[in-house]
């Protein structure tokens, strides 16, 4: 098997960094490859614009989803968009690993998906959802919030992760992934915001990646997110379901 980590957190010694630590360590030591697309390290633009087009579908107006499903027939992609796409191509599990901030991820993540996804190659209007370009590999979300895990929920003073994670999944999904129920890691503080002191938040977060990876090695065994797919929906794309 082959995982690819979409890691989207400015700083390398952050609690998201060990997170990707410990997944590309466990997944290794399994026996599967890894790859790691630190979109910071990188610098990857988030910004989709007409700089990224060498040769332009319309010169005068910029329409993004024309000019992906032009420079897709043309082979006239971004380098660093090719190579994303190589990546998810080879890929058989992709992990975002991503802090919570605002609600939902981090802008550079958002825009990743903004380019990467490219209209007319990795989707068209047929080829989505359960006939999705990557239908047959998983997607699995980890996310880190500052909030304790007691004040998530419906109605919450932090929100419910069903809610704030469902666009990100439903996106996922809509490219055909199998998408699988999220690793939520709760009450990961930076410096200054602290719940507990310094110790227990240690101890807990110690606890938090060894129990990541014991995730990791039962994915097998992990149903994943029941999405609607095409027969669920009439011609106007309304439920037909009950």
Same mark, same amino acid.
């Given at each position: 098997?082959?995982?690819?980590?979409?890691?989207?957190?400015?700083?390398?010694?952050?609690?998201?960094?060990?997170?990707?630590?410990?997944?590309?360590?466990?997944?290794?030591?399994?026996?599967?490859?890894?790859?790691?697309?630190?979109?910071?390290?990188?610098?990857?633009?988030?910004?989709?614009?007409?700089?990224?087009?060498?040769?332009?579908?319309?010169?005068?107006?910029?329409?993004?989803?024309?000019?992906?499903?032009?420079?897709?027939?043309?082979?006239?992609?971004?380098?660093?968009?090719?190579?994303?796409? *190589?990546?998810?191509?080879?890929?058989? +599990?992709?992990? =975002? $690993?991503?802090? %919570?901030?605002?609600? @939902?991820?981090?802008?550079?993540?958002?825009?990743?998906?903004?380019?990467?996804?490219?209209?007319?190659?990795?989707?068209?209007?047929?080829?989505?959802?359960?006939?999705?370009?990557?239908?047959?590999?998983?997607?699995?979300?980890?996310?880190?919030?500052?909030?304790?895990?007691?004040?998530?929920?419906?109605?919450?003073? *932090?929100?419910?992760?069903?809610?704030? +994670?469902?666009? =990100? $999944?439903?996106? %996922?999904?809509?490219? @055909?992934?199998?998408?699988?129920?999220?690793?939520?890691?709760?009450?990961?503080?930076?410096?200054?915001?602290?719940?507990?002191?310094?110790?227990?938040?240690?101890?807990?977060?110690?606890?938090?990646?060894?129990?990541?990876?014991?995730?990791?090695?039962?994915?097998?065994?992990?149903?994943?997110?029941?999405?609607?797919?095409?027969?669920?929906?009439?011609?106007?794309?309304?439920?037909?379901?009950?």
């Amino acid at each position: 098997m082959h995982a690819h980590i979409v890691h989207a957190h400015p700083e390398p010694t952050s609690y998201n960094g060990a997170l990707t630590r410990a997944a590309r360590e466990s997944l290794s030591d399994r026996g599967c490859s890894v790859t790691v697309s630190d979109l910071h390290q990188m610098d990857f633009d988030p910004v989709e614009r007409e700089v990224h087009y060498a040769e332009r579908f319309d010169g005068n107006a910029f329409a993004a989803l024309a000019e992906q499903r032009h420079a897709w027939e043309k082979g006239t992609l971004s380098k660093e968009v090719q190579d994303e796409i *190589g990546k998810l191509q080879r890929a058989d +599990l992709v992990i =975002l $690993q991503f802090p %919570l901030w605002w609600h @939902g991820p981090p802008a550079i993540l958002k825009g990743w998906m903004d380019r990467v996804f490219v209209n007319g190659g990795l989707y068209t209007s047929r080829m989505r959802y359960d006939t999705g370009y990557f239908r047959g590999k998983r997607a699995l979300i980890s996310v880190t919030t500052g909030a304790p895990r007691d004040a998530f929920g419906p109605g919450s003073r *932090g929100g419910d992760f069903d809610t704030m +994670l469902w666009p =990100l $999944q439903y996106s %996922l999904h809509y490219m @055909g992934f199998s998408v699988l129920p999220p690793f939520v890691s709760y009450g990961v503080q930076g410096h200054g915001y602290r719940y507990e002191d310094e110790e227990s938040l240690r101890r807990r977060l110690g606890q938090n990646l060894s129990d990541w990876r014991s995730h990791l090695s039962a994915l097998e065994c992990v149903t994943p997110i029941g999405f609607p797919v095409w027969e669920d929906w009439d011609d106007k794309g309304r439920s037909i379901r009950s």
